[in-house]
């Protein structure tokens, strides 16, 4: 029965018999998967085909989630360490300091660290130790510890109330502070250039980081008016 037409041949070609149209598929197991970048892919029994092992990771295309995923971490990872670079320079500096008028807080050289978001007098309290300007000198910067804030009134000569001597007490005028050295007989502070205007102050040294590390603290106790 001629039922097909073959342009080719230009004539009618025979139907195959029913016995010779295949009723099953034949399996098909295929034996070695190739991937796109030419390395050989896992094969359906398990392994890799081709007995080639795991994939080296020098050998992933550089678009392969693995790779995105390091570049996004080295990422991260740089935007934090920005960060971090940022807080510290802002917010703290490191100062050195000379001289004897801090011992024995503060040894005769070394370093400290200070905390700038206590500039300008922000969150400052009697017995807080600070970096300030001098008044006189602007190009020195002392370390020294407050005595009296606004308000307060404050003996001008410790030494010399110790010692039976007439003693002369001032009030601490607005906007200032009243600075003193721990070591008193070898400080140059409040007693010789008087109150510091709190717009001087630099920061709060809250540590040292050389010549001994170790944090620090107001080393006073308040005192009530009834007391």
């Given amino acids: 029965m001629y039922r097909l037409f073959s342009r080719r041949h230009g004539r009618l070609l025979p139907l195959p018999s029913r016995s010779h149209i295949p009723t099953t598929i034949p399996h098909y197991k295929p034996q070695l998967l190739i991937r796109r970048n030419g390395t050989a892919a896992t094969s359906p029994n398990g392994g890799t085909a081709g007995g080639g ?3 080296p990771e020098g050998d992933l295309p550089w678009y392969h ?3 995105r995923r390091a570049l996004t971490s080295l990422v991260i990872g740089i935007k934090l360490l920005a960060f ?5 320079s802002k917010v703290f500096i490191i100062s050195q300091c000379e001289g004897p008028s801090m ?3 503060l040894p ?3 370093s400290v660290v200070v905390n700038n978001l206590y500039s300008r007098g922000r969150g400052i309290k009697v017995g807080d130790l600070i970096a300030a300007h001098r008044p006189d000198d602007m190009d020195v910067m002392l370390l020294k510890r407050v005595i009296g ?6 003996v001008t000569d410790p030494m010399a109330a110790g010692s039976g001597e007439e003693t002369v007490m001032v009030r601490v005028p607005e906007g200032h502070c009243w600075i003193a050295g721990d070591n008193l007989s070898h400080s140059i502070d409040s007693r010789f ?3 510091v205007p709190l717009a001087l102050i630099m920061g709060k040294v809250v540590a040292q980081v050389a010549g001994g ?10 005192v009530s008016k009834d007391e």
Avoid: I
């Avoid at 971090?84 to 510290?88: G, I, R, S």
């Avoid at 590390?213 to 308040?222: A, I, L, M, N």
């Fill in 53 to 55: 092992g795991a994939t």
């Fill in 65 to 67: 989630p693995r790779w």
């Fill in 84 to 88: 971090t670079h940022l807080v510290v």
């Fill in 103 to 105: 011992l024995p807080t």
């Fill in 108 to 110: 005769t050289s070394g």
């Fill in 149 to 154: 804030m606004p308000g307060d009134y404050v």
């Fill in 193 to 195: 250039y008087g109150p």
């Fill in 213 to 222: 590390r170790k944090w620090f603290s107001g080393p006073f106790t308040e």
